[in-house]
């Protein structure tokens, strides 16, 4: 637990975040593969914590809409009836048939990939309240969540403030911090984007920083100094990037470069084909910010 009201479903690589109030929150879904393991653990949690029988989950907070954030999302809103609270961006494009039948390709090869058997797809979200820059969303008579848009990442991304206690959401805009502690930058729609939005992080001089995978940090001056570091990364690969691509045009051979320079190391996300995805398509985004 963070603390008495917010608490942790463990996951490596997916960890879940409970918000108990007049309303129970869930922040992020995680992916299809794991759904039914998150229902149990979801129950579980809130049973644990003097929680009454089926008190469940009223609403599901996005992130951001990548299918590893939203991947289980129908299945635990069949099971709990929550509302999905996210940005304009995300209620739209999650209400497109063809987004969603994406979202469910992802998820079922993710299936494939860590051998999960499993007849759980993802299928079209009901029942949308969309929130922007400077909402408030009500937990109890004393808390609430503040909620900033941090675009960047995804063109749909938003964070969540929780007050008082200061405890920060921000899904993916502060990268991936990996197991050795270096971090990936993961500006996967805008650079300029991306960077003003972990400016915009690091002003809140959060408390708590609840990572969307890995684990949480505690400790305001820890906290501003990971987000830092994460700026201060996101520069340096930018630049590097930029390097390369002065130089060569295979966005593939810049990707190998770069991994073999600056992540040789523990890589959370599991495999190198996943890091190097995720490389290449920021390279693309370097690439056309400089057309």
């Not at 129908?74 to 048939?97: E, Y």
């Not at 909620?147 to 920060?168: R, Y």
């Amino acid at each position: 637990m963070i603390d008495e009201q917010v608490i942790v479903i463990y996951d490596k690589l997916f960890p879940l975040y409970i918000v108990k109030g007049e309303k129970n929150f869930l922040i992020d879904s995680g992916v299809s593969a794991k759904a039914e393991e998150f229902y149990a653990k979801i129950n579980r949690g809130l049973a644990v914590t003097g929680g009454k029988e089926d008190e469940g989950i009223q609403s599901l907070l996005l992130t951001h809409t990548h299918f590893d954030h939203i991947g289980a999302a129908s299945f635990l809103q069949g099971k709990f009836g929550f509302d999905v609270i996210c940005s304009r961006r995300g209620a739209q494009l999650l209400q497109r048939n063809k987004v969603v039948e994406i979202l469910n390709r992802l998820n079922q090869e993710h299936k494939k990939m860590v051998k999960v058997s499993s007849d759980i797809s993802f299928e079209k979200l009901e029942n949308f309240n969309v929130v922007g820059e400077g909402d408030q969303i009500r937990v109890d008579e004393h808390r609430y969540f503040e909620v900033i848009e941090t675009p960047g990442h995804t063109k749909c991304s938003i964070a969540f403030l929780l007050h008082p206690g200061q405890i920060l959401f921000p899904g993916d805009t502060v990268g991936l911090m990996n197991p050795d502690g270096a971090i990936m930058p993961l500006f996967f729609s805008n650079f300029a984007e991306y960077v003003h939005s972990l400016e915009k992080l690091i002003l809140l001089e959060a408390e708590v920083l609840a990572f969307s995978h890995n684990k949480f940090i505690k400790g305001k001056k820890r906290v501003k100094k990971h987000l830092e570091n994460s700026l201060d990364r996101t520069f340096k690969i930018k630049d590097k990037i930029s390097e390369y691509l002065k130089k060569e045009e295979d966005v593939t051979k810049i990707a190998q470069s770069i991994y073999e320079q600056e992540f040789t190391g523990t890589n959370l996300l599991g495999s190198k084909e996943a890091l190097m995805h995720n490389l290449e398509t920021m390279i693309k985004v370097v690439r056309k910010s400089q057309l």
